[in-house]
């Protein structure tokens, strides 16, 4: 990422008030235990805010609807909907739709708010507890959001989402409060719809969302080969209505339907459609069916990935992969040009490990030297130092006419590592 795009790394600070809140709706949450509490019209005024809440409002709402733009709204629905999401207190949606962009674009990678390679607790849940210093920088803030920055009922949900959650939580009291005949009686149902409604519904919903974060990042099936570790689970989908095809999501991120193939249940999708059918939905983006990338027939199953122990594994398939077929390291040139990080970095790889059978495919090796991503560069650099003498000239002209700084000095490294002081 480079510096103009990304403002400078400033200091995490803890913040207090979030992780007071979080701890204390926790505590609050808790109060389930307490029998008097406990009312049927409490545990289903819970289902159906768990629902509201995280299909409509965070996945319909905050994800598709804004971080991505999958599909446009009408106005009374969009408000309704944000409504919803705000009951769901996982911030504002410019916020919300900001730090996912974040996650997108940077997907497991150092700048990722919430990547599992920082380690599995942060991206749960530890990430919220501090300050994102990129995300404090309006100009950023500005850059990763230019359409939601300036819409005021954003602004106004994005200011005002707390007390909308507790003002919410203080009406549902009363009515319970009044329903329940008042006195004793009305205390205890009230307590109860506060109880399941607002504190249980709210935690249960937080982690099922912090799920898609932390868990599906880790473990479950590939259907593409995204530059991340994305991956799709099935139980994680189960709890957030549709979420869980994470890896489908990574793939194709503009997509209003998360799930790809027939058995990808989506519940958040069926509720689109029954929008749709109001004649409340004025476009909505699909992906195209699984089959039609070729790439990802290819690579199906190979899974790269970012972290250093998965990126073994991948180096091993890369490797495997060359071995099997004559043409791979024409094949693996020409991934060096291919626009996915990951792709790039896997044939870097495997073309140093190809050595002497990689002479061929020096030339596109040499430019990879010029590459933005460290590993593809280191990985190049490898190679041509495997393949000796043969690389010599090439890197010798690279050494002195790279019109990037990066570039001559990787090939004054390799030179050197060679054993050539040019
Ligand atoms: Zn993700
Ligand atoms: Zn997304």
Known sequence: MSSDTMPA???????????????????????????????????????????ATASLGASLCYHRLLSHKAWVAHPALRFFLLYCAALALQSGPITWSVTHRLHHRESDHEDDPHSPLKNFLWSHILWNFWTNPKLKDPAFIRRLAPDLVDDKVLQFFNRYFFWIWMSSGILTFAIGYFAGGMGSAGLQLGMSLVVWGFFVRTVVVWHNTWFVNSVTHVWGYRNYNTEDDSRNLWWVSVLTFG?????????????????????????????????????????????????????????????PARSPRLLRVTERRAIAWAELYRDAPAQLASFLRNPRRNLRECAALALANLGEGAKDAIEPLVQALGDECDRVREAAVQALVRIGDAAVPALQQVAQDAEAAMARMAGQRALSMIGNNN
């Not at 600070?13 to 808790?30: C, M, N």
């Not at 979420?243 to 194709?252: C, D, P, Q, S, Y």
């Open 9 to 51: 790394a400033a200091p995490r600070r803890f913040k207090p008030v979030v992780f007071g809140a979080i701890t204390a709706i926790h505590l609050a949450a808790f109060l389930a235990f307490v029998p008097a509490y406990f009312s049927w019209p409490g545990l289903i005024l819970c289902l159906v805010l768990i629902w």
């Open 243 to 303: 979420e869980g095809w994470h890896n489908n999501h990574h793939a194709i991120a503009g997509s209003a339907r998360f799930g790809q193939k027939w058995w990808e249940f989506d519940p958040t999708w069926w509720a689109l459609c029954v929008f749709r059918a109001m004649g409340l939905v004025k476009k909505v983006t699909l992906a195209p069916p699984l089959s039609d990338s070729i790439e990802s027939r290819r690579w199906m199953g190979k899974s």
